[in-house]
């Protein structure tokens, strides 16, 4: 059964609200990734959930613009045919063309609003994208960083272990350049009482006298080497 021109009238009146009250929610919907945008917030789950939502209500307002304008076509057939029976008056032109100026205004502002809500999701997605990659960056630098700082630490504990061990080797030779000191305090004692007693032995204590100093020559040679290997680890 045909529909009336006051049943085309009531739906298109219906449908207009449903799409302006849906304007009006893209509207905030497109503020909010805006305003995440401008936080910082790119890229993350709400960016996302508001990027979906947009689309699912864009699809809505599409669908309900394709109905308005399919019913616009019914009111201006009906306009057509009350033209042939001469019942068309200047006010039912007024509402038809008034139908047409709202669907032409409905569809304007959609075009303007998806075409700024797609350019605030690409810049969310580059600014989300950059937030990443600043992150990815930092987090490797600090793991550089601290792998740096193990190497050095290790480097420094092995340059004091070898210090330690060169300092063990020349205290240990102090040790035996004391204790042969000692010994040969003793023996050079021992050869001059004998020397005191037996005159003859003055060669053999001169032979003594010149292999004590060429130790003495050997172990201070023994002591130096030693010292400087402790000071190239320190």
């Known amino acids: 059964m045909k529909q009336t021109w006051e049943d085309l009238r009531r739906q298109a009146r219906q449908i207009e609200n449903e799409i302006d009250v849906k304007l009006v929610s893209l509207s905030k919907l497109g503020t909010t990734i805006q305003t995440n945008s401008s936080w910082g917030n790119g890229g993350d789950l709400s960016s996302h959930s508001s990027s979906t939502t947009c689309e699912a209500m864009a699809l809505q307002i599409e669908q309900l613009l394709n109905k308005l304008s399919s019913l616009n076509d019914d009111l201006a057939e009906a306009v057509s045919t009350m033209n042939q029976q001469g019942a068309a008056t200047p006010s039912v032109l007024h509402i038809l063309e008034r139908h047409n100026g709202i669907l032409a205004d409905y569809k304007q502002e959609f075009q303007k609003l998806k075409g700024k809500i797609h350019v605030e999701q690409e810049r969310a997605d580059l600014l989300g994208s950059v937030r990443r990659d600043i992150a990815a960056h930092k987090t490797s630098g600090a793991d550089r960083q601290t792998e740096l700082l193990m190497g050095e ?3 420094l504990l092995s340059s004091d272990r070898m210090a330690g061990e060169a300092l063990g080797v020349a205290m240990r030779a102090r040790e035996s350049l004391e204790s042969q000191r000692r010994r ?3 023996i050079t004692g021992q ?3 004998l020397m005191n007693r037996f005159p003859a032995i003055n060669n053999l204590t ?3 006298n010149l ?3 060429r130790d ?4 201070g040679t023994v002591v130096a080497v030693c010292i400087i290997i402790l000071f190239l680890f320190m």
């Open 184 to 186: 040969l305090g003793n």
């Open 216 to 219: 003495s020559i050997i172990l």
């Open 153 to 155: 630490h290790d480097r």
């Open 206 to 208: 001169t032979r003594i």
């Open 191 to 193: 050869i001059m009482t």
């Open 211 to 213: 292999r004590k100093r």
